[in-house]
């Protein structure tokens, strides 16, 4: 299906973006109370915006430190407002933002680029799918959308857009179990990243990044568990003697 600006055409201004500047990644706004949207699709967005060699978004755990400097609490949901100030501190050109809603049985996904300064849309998509298996394909199409509105070439884009469901995995729920594992990774809880890395990639085959991640955080684990018993073996021959 086709993506519609529904009316917001005239208030659209053309690219303003350059391979030097940085775009923030706003929070999903999920308005259709169905948790397995919670994260799952800011990741899925920033996966497929990550193949664009124009594009540089502004790393997650970066976003994180500067809340912590606004006096914020680090795990804050980065709203609208909140990623303005977060981009004005940083010198970040554009903030993304993205809802999805519902209208009758479909989803309706959104996605709007806001100049950080002056608040005006610089791009702005927005597309429904049918039914949630459809929910990730629609932002697949919607992130390419919005690639060739900031400014990114239709040559690169062709060249570097693999579909979501290569790029990353088709199944929401093995979208939605990696979101949940680099959460937990992100705040130092490796050992209870694991479980959700491992369902991701038994659920969704081409979560590659999580695939990655587990096995590196498997050996991490191994290795902290190794040296626990060595350091506890040593412990004891210490004190037998």
Same mark, same amino acid.
């Given at each position: 299906?086709?993506?519609?600006?529904?009316?917001?055409?005239?208030?659209?201004?053309?690219?303003?973006?350059?391979?030097?500047? $940085?775009?923030?990644?706003?929070?999903?706004?999920?308005?259709?109370?169905?948790?397995?949207?919670?994260?799952?699709?800011?990741?899925?967005?920033?996966?497929?915006?990550?193949?664009?060699?124009?594009?540089?978004?502004?790393?997650?755990?970066?976003?994180?430190? $500067?809340?912590?400097?606004?006096?914020?609490?680090?795990?804050?949901?980065? $709203?609208?407002?909140?990623?303005?100030?977060?981009?004005?501190?940083?010198?970040?050109?554009?903030?993304?933002?993205?809802?999805?809603?519902?209208?009758?049985?479909?989803?309706?996904?959104?996605?709007?680029?806001?100049? @950080?300064?002056?608040?005006?849309?610089?791009?702005?998509?927005?597309?429904?799918?049918?039914?949630?298996?459809?929910?990730?394909?629609?932002?697949?199409?919607?992130?390419?959308?919005?690639?060739?509105?900031?400014?990114?070439?239709?040559?690169?884009?062709?060249?570097?857009?693999?579909?979501?469901?290569?790029?990353?995995?088709?199944?929401?729920?093995?979208?939605?179990?990696?979101?949940?594992?680099?959460?937990?990774?992100?705040?130092?809880?490796?050992?209870?990243?694991?479980?959700?890395?491992?369902?991701?990639?038994?659920?969704?085959?081409?979560?590659?990044?999580?695939?990655?991640?587990?096995?590196?955080?498997? @050996?991490?684990?191994?290795?902290?568990?190794?040296?626990?018993?060595?350091?506890?073996? @040593?412990?004891?021959?210490?004190?037998?003697?």
């Amino acid at each position: 299906m086709a993506s519609y600006r529904y009316g917001r055409e005239s208030r659209v201004v053309r690219p303003v973006l350059t391979n030097r500047d $940085t775009i923030l990644l706003a929070d999903f706004a999920n308005d259709t109370g169905e948790t397995v949207f919670d994260n799952t699709l800011k990741h899925g967005l920033a996966m497929q915006l990550s193949q664009s060699p124009y594009l540089n978004l502004f790393p997650e755990e970066r976003a994180r430190e $500067t809340l912590k400097l606004m006096e914020r609490p680090q795990e804050q949901k980065i $709203t609208r407002e909140i990623g303005r100030e977060i981009c004005q501190r940083r010198g970040i050109k554009a903030l993304l933002t993205g809802t999805i809603s519902t209208l009758g049985r479909n989803y309706v996904i959104t996605l709007e680029a806001v100049n @950080s300064q002056s608040g005006e849309t610089i791009a702005y998509q927005q597309t429904e799918a049918e039914s949630k298996e459809q929910v990730l394909k629609a932002l697949g199409r919607a992130s390419t959308a919005m690639r060739e509105q900031l400014g990114e070439s239709l040559a690169s884009i062709s060249k570097f857009d693999a579909p979501i469901e290569q790029a990353t995995t088709s199944s929401l729920e093995a979208l939605k179990d990696f979101a949940v594992g680099v959460e937990f990774r992100r705040k130092g809880l490796y050992a209870q990243s694991i479980p959700p890395f491992q369902r991701a990639s038994r659920t969704g085959r081409r979560v590659c990044t999580g695939l990655f991640a587990t096995r590196k955080l498997l @050996s991490r684990h191994a290795e902290c568990r190794a040296r626990q018993r060595v350091s506890k073996a @040593s412990v004891r021959s210490y004190v037998s003697e």
